[in-house]
């Protein structure tokens, strides 16, 4: 069977997924079951995707990120490399909370930006055109084209839809 896009002999994309035209997926990545990858997206190194994950078209997720049940990506988000995302605001290994149930979902909007090292704590929602800095721990929604930085993440200005600072 042809495929429309790319996926490195090292990475793994289990049955029942769906990848869009143009996709490209680098080393040791792996896509899981029952995930949607949209259209031409940038898939790094070292990449996990879990199990019913969507990810809208022309998303770029850099290296070392892990996309978990429960996020959904929307068109043109960039992840930057090492960012991290989390599904169960509780985890605990003596009482495990596997299955869709448990998972608190996140909600990365169109074209939003998440800069190295960042961490989105899962149950938020990002803002269209949001920029996240590199480092930040987002706690909380963050609103539409919010320039977020800091531990907690808090807004400090907005930017436009080029990520260019207007506040």
């Avoid at 949209?38 to 070392?64: A, D, E, M, P, Y």
């Avoid at 531990?151 to 436009?160: E, F, L, M, S």
Wanted: aromatic share 8%; with cysteine.
């Amino acid at each position: 069977m042809k495929t429309n896009y790319y996926v490195h002999e090292s990475s793994y994309v289990d049955d029942n997924v769906m990848i869009g035209d143009g996709t490209k997926i680098w080393h040791f990545s792996h896509i899981q079951s029952g995930s949607i990858v949209g259209k031409k997206c940038s898939i790094g190194q070292n990449v996990n995707v879990g199990n019913n994950v969507k990810i809208g078209s022309h998303v770029k997720i850099q290296n070392n990120v892990s996309v978990y049940e429960g996020v959904e990506l929307e068109d043109y988000v960039f992840c930057g490399p090492s960012m991290v995302f989390t599904n169960i605001k509780l985890p605990r290994s003596e009482f495990p909370q596997r299955g869709s149930r448990y998972y608190r979902k996140t909600l990365v909007k169109k074209s939003a930006t998440i800069g190295a090292n960042a961490t989105i704590v899962c149950g938020v929602t990002i803002g269209e055109y949001a920029l996240i800095g590199s480092g930040a721990v987002v706690t909380k929604d963050v609103p539409p084209y919010a320039l977020v930085v800091g531990n907690p993440g808090r807004v400090v200005g907005k930017v436009d839809k080029k990520g260019n600072r207007v506040k």
